[in-house]
């Protein structure tokens, strides 16, 4: 009965004015261009919130970089300053790694600045991770200056 009805249907739209079967026609082109339109622009809108989530996580991964750059050109600007630095501290360390040789510059420096060195004693070496101590005990008879000279050495 259902097929009947609709040969019924067919037969009538066949037999119907050109005016409904240009709109009916024109209602269908409009249906399928819209679920057409509905269907491609999903995937792009999809692909649309991608991108702008992916735009979004480089525009903070560039501010990280340029941030990091102004850092490195701020320790650029620094370097000199910091390997005159080095410099000196390397002209303050020890020129030998003689032990008995430090005492005896050490003991120089003391008389030097005009200290009168009353006990001048080196204790046992401290082993640590990286480096080694050298403990001494050292006692010294003189004014304020005399130590300030001697501990600037």
Known sequence: MVLTEMNDYLQY???????????????????????????????????????QAE??????????????????????KQYPELKSN??????????????????QEINKIGLEAGLQLILFKPDKVIIKHNYS?????INVSGNYTELFHFING
Request: proline letters at 4%; charged letters at 10%.
């Open 133 to 137: 101590e050298y403990p001494i005990s």
């Open 13 to 51: 739209l066949l037999n119907a004015p050109y005016l409904i079967k240009q709109t009916l026609i024109y209602i269908v082109f409009l249906i399928t261009l819209a679920v057409g339109f509905l269907i491609d622009n999903s995937t792009q809108l999809t692909k649309l919130s991608n991108l």
């Open 55 to 76: 735009t979004i996580t480089l525009k903070t991964y560039y501010l990280l970089k340029i941030q990091k750059a102004h850092q490195n050109q701020q320790i650029l």
């Open 86 to 103: 080095a410099k000196v501290l390397s002209n303050t360390l020890p020129k030998t790694l003689d032990l008995a040789q430090q005492l």
